[in-house]
């Protein structure tokens, strides 16, 4: 049980797991901000209490629950508003005494960490996450052993929990789910990775025995003061979770349900808008888990069809509150994006950029972004100085960077490559050294780099050049969703990639030449399909999958084709043709680049067409 058997120290704690378990991906927005709430509060409001927690604190002094979350508001508010050091100063002096101060506090330096990639931040993140899981221990329950055992045979116990022992729950589970993020990142070896998987299914659990108290206290109308509180971290967290998990390929979903686990999508929305729509702290970290599930997995883990409206919603009041504050931006530039109003995100990115120089993390975000617009506008150049920002200040993934910079300039005249000093060739060669492992796994976006980039290998007689590598990864990070509302920017792209088709006709045959002619007709039928020709597009498709066997190096290309098919038949309404579809590329191929990425999207589209999987 969640509320029993609770040592006293945390190096005792990492004894008592039991099960490991897969890695279990945590939303970006969520690990975030995971501790705070909006609040209105004024700028003198807000300097007082950061003067008041100048005087430190001492091991005998306690900040009362009140307390506790009141500056947390605070802290919310300043961090809202881009004042980044500001919120961790109101939150550093108590963070040992204060269960929510520490989480507060420890989330923000988790969050430096997971943006900057720098191993000293990193280290500093598990640091503070550790004293956190030490503050919130103080305040959990202590149960005897007789207890301990009682607890396994009824829950009667559970509404005994004092106000301040469940809210140390909630505040205890959230820091262990943050703490296993950052054991993935901070070492590759074994003992880690099960470290962190143990420790996700420690929170998991934990939640669940939250929810039952929940329900223990709202059918005997239990009342307290901040109760509302503690319903929205517990909606948070189970709505989180269960989202989470129902992303994943059905046959790992029944492997984590057999150990405890459960992923139900429509459970897990409606546990966040519930808790968005209340008024407990944890509301606006219910509305940004969604707005991340709108505006970024959808589109990446999943079909491309994305709730558009919602995220509208659910942003508007954050936007009027904080319409300076850099992640408010960053959202509304999203959703405009996703709309295909690109020149209006375009602008608003370039906003986001300039509000704030604190944290130059949320620059590299926006120079993502805006390189990936410039591609889909084929602006090369501008494309390129974005890309090549993200290499020299980035540390998220130097591999994915050095390709795509490289990948870019491959689609420029080469007169326009001597102006940037660059050697395309030297930077494809530099791909393969700089791939990095998380949880000792490689990242399948930097495997996919490396594979492409040996064309350019010095083993090789001469470099091989590359076929449209700026659009295949485009196609890879789903951008076609995106340019799919842009019939202008559509007709442009398929005028480059016919081009490139009858440069393709006119070379001699090499080893690469399938290869190359299947990657541009999935491109050329992407476009095709985007324009709402599906017949042309259907033949592009048939020419990829008739030339399977042929394929030496790309065999990804068809099982994707496969999925690009599936939807061309979803939209003549032809559902039958379509799941098959997608269960012939779930079922019959394995071991090709990028195979999670589309099992992931395949889930989703069995998901939303409501069609039970039999894997």
Known sequence: MACVDKPTELGADEDIFEDALETISISSSDMATSSFHIASCDTKRAT??????????????????????????VALSLFLNNKFTDALELLRPWAKESMYHALGYSTIVVLQAVMTFEQQDIQNGISAMKDALQTCQKYRRKS?????????????????????????????????LQKAALTFVQDENMISFIKGGLKIRTSYQIYKECLSILHV????????????????????GIGTFNLMLSLLPARIIRLLEFIGFSGNRELGLLQLREGASGRSMRSPLCCLTILGFHTYISLILGTGEVNVAEAENLLAPFLQQFPNGSLMLFYHARIELLKGNIEEAQEIFRKCISVQEEWKQFHHLCYWELMWINVFQQNWMQAYYYSDLLCKES?????????????????????????????????????????????????????FAVRKARRYSPSLPAPVKLVLPA??????????????????????????????????????????????????????????????????????????????????????????????????????????KAIKDLETARNNYKDYSLESRLHFRIQAALHLWKKPSSD
């Open 144 to 176: 005897t052993v007789v207890e301990s055992f009682s607890s396994f045979l009824s829950r009667g116990s559970l509404e005994q929990l004092s106000e301040e022992e469940m809210h140390a729950e909630i505040c205890y589970a959230e820091c262990l």
């Open 471 to 576: 659009l295949e990864m485009m196609y890879v990070w789903n951008g076609f969703s995106i340019v799919g509302k842009r019939e202008d920017l559509c007709e442009n792209l398929l005028i480059t990639v016919e081009k490139a088709e009858e440069a393709l006709q006119n070379e001699s045959f090499s080893d690469y030449s399938v290869d190359d002619e299947c990657l541009v007709k999935l491109l050329k039928g992407c476009c095709l399909k985007n324009l709402q020709r599906p017949l042309q597009a259907e033949l592009c498709f048939n020419h990829v999958k008739e030339s399977e066997k042929l394929l030496k190096y790309d065999h990804y290309l068809v099982p994707f084709t496969l999925f690009e098919c599936a939807f061309l038949h979803k939209s003549q309404g032809e559902i039958d």
């Open 395 to 447: 540390k998220w993934s130097k591999a994915t960077y050095v390709f795509l910079k490289a990948a870019i300039l491959s689609m420029l005249p080469e007169e326009d490559v001597l102006t940037t000093n660059e050697n395309v060739v030297a930077l494809f060669r530099q791909v393969d050294g700089l791939k990095q492992r998380i949880a000792g796994k490689s990242l399948p976006t930097e495997k």
């Open 217 to 236: 206290m709202q059918k005997n109308k239990l009342e307290q003061e901040f109760f509302y509180e503690f319903e929205g971290g517990v909606k948070l």
């Open 48 to 73: 007082r209490w950061l003067r008041g927690s100048d005087m430190g604190s001492s091991s005998s002094s306690k900040v009362d629950l009140k307390s506790g979350l009141e500056e947390c508001a």
